[in-house]
């Protein structure tokens, strides 16, 4: 695990994957839970019955949404913001989902950092993520995601400054 104290920190991270993360299964539980959530209910994704006759490989398959949502719990133990106030989701550049996620397979994530800059008083830190499917040669998903990581120190002295 890495350890972050400061952008400077973040930016010597700049080319180099942070982690992989564990194996995670997708079930139809998992899938039924997520169309419950969105009130995604097509039928790929939680009709098993209908899927066995339909679909090429006879299973129903986890919505992109949801193997892109994985994604804040697969990578939460791949860096230690130190010191951090806040921490907040600014979103995605982009996401690409290449192959799909049958149910029954098990995921995992790696994340390479881009970028580390600061903006807003914040490390902006824009990082690569690729969801594998465990025996696929072919990510899940590639998402280029987007983080703003406030430290209590630049938190205080913001607000000093805007108070002084």
């Not at 993360?21 to 939680?46: K, N, Y």
């Not at 019955?49 to 949404?65: E, M, N, S, W």
């Not at 913001?81 to 790696?110: D, H, Q, W």
């Not at 800059?117 to 040669?137: Q, T």
Request: charged content about 25%.
């Amino acid at each position: 695990m890495y350890t972050i104290k400061s952008v400077e920190d973040a930016k010597a991270l700049e080319g180099h994957e942070v982690g992989v993360s564990d194996w995670v299964l997708v079930d139809q539980q998992r899938i039924d839970q997520f169309a419950e959530a969105t009130g995604d209910f097509q039928w790929i994704h939680v009709d098993p019955v209908r899927a066995a006759r339909d679909l090429p490989d006879g299973k129903t398959i986890a919505h992109g949404y949801l193997t892109l949502s994985l994604i804040p719990a697969l990578t939460d133990g791949f860096v230690h913001m130190e010191n951090l106030a806040r921490a907040i989701n600014f979103g995605c550049n982009k996401v690409r989902f290449y192959t799909m996620v049958p149910v029954g397979s098990r995921v995992r994530c790696r994340a390479t950092v881009i970028q580390a800059r600061k903006r807003a008083g914040a490390l902006h830190l824009s990082s690569e993520v690729r969801i594998e499917v465990e025996g696929e040669r072919k990510p899940a998903c590639i998402a280029e995601t987007l983080g703003m990581y406030f430290f209590a120190d630049d938190v205080a002295e913001e607000r000093a400054v805007s108070t002084g």
